[in-house]
């Protein structure tokens, strides 16, 4: 049940696919920036600043590059726990490529606000999706098949951004609430300890 003036198509029809670069292990931490696994995997949008380096030629910095609303998802891993995780390139990054264990998404003009991907694609209803449909063998893996099966909500343009805004600002009452919880949660395990140890050592009086 979505609104009636909402768009509904599959991901193929959005846009394009494109696996990730794979290379030996020499080719690894030197060179331009490289997406890897796990910058995709713990955040939902790119860091614009990489730890990775991949030694690149130029063909594979333009056929492997990293543009705003780019998104990418995790391909395959040892378990389906981490597979279909998405992050969204919210800020080119010049010059980089990304790994062979993800797959870019890469959406035609104006159907996509970078903001709402960036949410909408990381929602667990799609991992679900990912999971139900997936073959097991060795290793989990998504394929563009699959991935390009994706049901997709395409709200209008703007609407997709009051979206993103709305989430942007109730998510950021939400972590600073769990920020403060956490914070008060260190201080009574100090309390805690403490206490234990002015008993241990004859500092509290029964």
């Known amino acids: 049940q ?34 890897s696994y796990i910058d995709v995997y713990k955040n939902e949008s790119l860091p614009f600043h990489v730890n990775g380096l991949a030694v690149s030629s130029e063909e594979d910095r333009i056929n492997y590059s990293v543009v705003e609303g780019d998104i990418f998802f995790t391909r395959t891993s040892e378990t389906v726990d981490e597979i279909g995780f998405s992050s969204v390139c919210l800020s080119t990054i010049p010059n980089a490529t990304f790994s062979g264990f993800l797959i870019r998404f890469r959406p035609n003009r104006n159907f996509l606000f970078a903001g709402f991907s960036k949410y909408f694609f ?34 209008p343009i703007e609407e997709q951004k009051q979206i993103a805004n709305f989430i942007e600002a109730e998510t950021r009452i939400l972590d600073i609430a769990i920020s403060k919880a956490e914070r008060e949660i260190e201080l009574i395990k100090e309390y805690r300890e403490a206490m234990i140890a002015e008993a241990v050592t004859g500092k509290i009086k029964f």
């Open 2 to 35: 979505i609104p009636e003036h909402w768009d509904i198509r599959r991901l193929r029809y959005v846009g394009q696919c494109q696996n990730g670069l794979n290379k030996g292990a020499e080719y690894f931490g030197t060179g331009f920036p490289f997406i």
């Open 122 to 155: 990381r929602c667990k209803v799609h991992r679900a999706f990912f999971v139900k449909e997936m073959l097991l063998v060795t290793r989990a893996s998504l394929s563009q098949n699959l991935l390009k099966n994706l049901p997709v909500l395409l709200p």
